[in-house]
């Protein structure tokens, strides 16, 4: 078993900056595939950026340019930071990971077989 711990959030203006993390715990030896997901009140879980074990990365467009995904392998942690925040981006932030590699297939959440209890990201206009 995996757990996910999410922290980090808060609030911060239009165009600030804000890095979350999340911590992994248990047989994470075995993660391959980790990535971050949002939910705005009243919409679909989206995800917004995948790391590989081998460090390659995957952003939606939405986000390309403005938010880094990184891992620290000997802390267990991941981190999305997150620069240029737009107001539309309020939403709770998901950690989620899996034992397979991203590939080619990696933003549906059925995919993802641990999830964190995630962090919310207020941004003010």
């Known amino acids: 078993q995996v757990q996910l711990v999410e922290s980090g959030g808060g609030s911060v203006q239009a165009g600030g900056s804000l890095r979350v993390s999340c911590a992994a715990f248990g047989y994470t030896y075995s993660i391959d595939c980790m990535g971050w997901f949002r939910q705005a009140p009243g919409k679909e879980r989206e995800g917004v950026a995948v790391i590989d074990s081998d460090g390659s990365t995957n952003y939606a467009n939405s986000v390309k340019g403005r938010f880094t995904i990184s891992q620290d392998n000997a802390k267990n942690t991941l981190y999305l930071q997150m620069n240029s925040l737009k107001p539309e981006e309020t939403a709770m932030y998901y950690c989620?990971?899996?034992?397979?590699?991203?590939?080619?297939?990696?933003?549906?959440?059925?995919?993802?077989?641990?999830w964190g209890q995630g962090t919310q990201v207020t941004v003010s206009s």
């Open positions: 989620a990971a899996r034992h397979s590699y991203c590939g080619g297939s990696y933003w549906g959440t059925y995919e993802y077989k641990y």
